[in-house]
Nanobody
Framework: QVRLVESGGGWVQPGGSLRLSCAAS????????MSWYRQAPGKERELVAS????????NYADSVKGRFTISRDNAKNTVYLQMNSLKAEDTAVYYC????????????WGQGTQVTVSS
């Protein structure tokens, strides 16, 4: 059974930090490209950050560049999102996604974790 379980969300004041984790099971984590998405109320889901399966290539939305860092530990089947200098506009439900294209392709989503940034 495939599972992506996000954790680490919560409430934080502007300027604060949170670290999200996404623990994967039920598939071969090391061959998956991993991403974090977010969806704010009334808005479409958007890509926040992604990391290639080997961890050598990362991409970020312009809105989070310099503040967020995506990383992965293939030995622990876990992907992380370190979020610093948080802003109110970062408030959203954050989702983890695992994707593989080509042979043996798959596309899995987690259930999401709420991040609220407010004073």
């Amino acid at each position: 059974q495939v599972r992506l379980v996000e954790s680490g969300g919560g409430w934080v004041q502007p300027g604060g930090s949170l670290r999200l984790s996404c623990a994967a099971s039920g598939f071969t984590f090391s061959i998956a490209d991993m991403s974090w998405y977010r969806q704010a109320p009334g808005k479409e889901r958007e890509l926040v950050a992604s990391i290639f399966r080997t961890g050598g290539i990362t991409n970020y939305a312009d809105s989070v560049k310099g503040r967020f860092t995506i990383s992965r530990d293939n030995a622990k089947n876990t992907v992380y999102l370190q979020m610093n200098s948080l802003k109110a506009e970062d408030t959203a439900v954050y989702y983890c996604k695992a994707k593989r294209t080509g042979l043996g392709s798959f596309d899995y989503w987690g259930q999401g974790t709420q991040v609220t940034v407010s004073s």
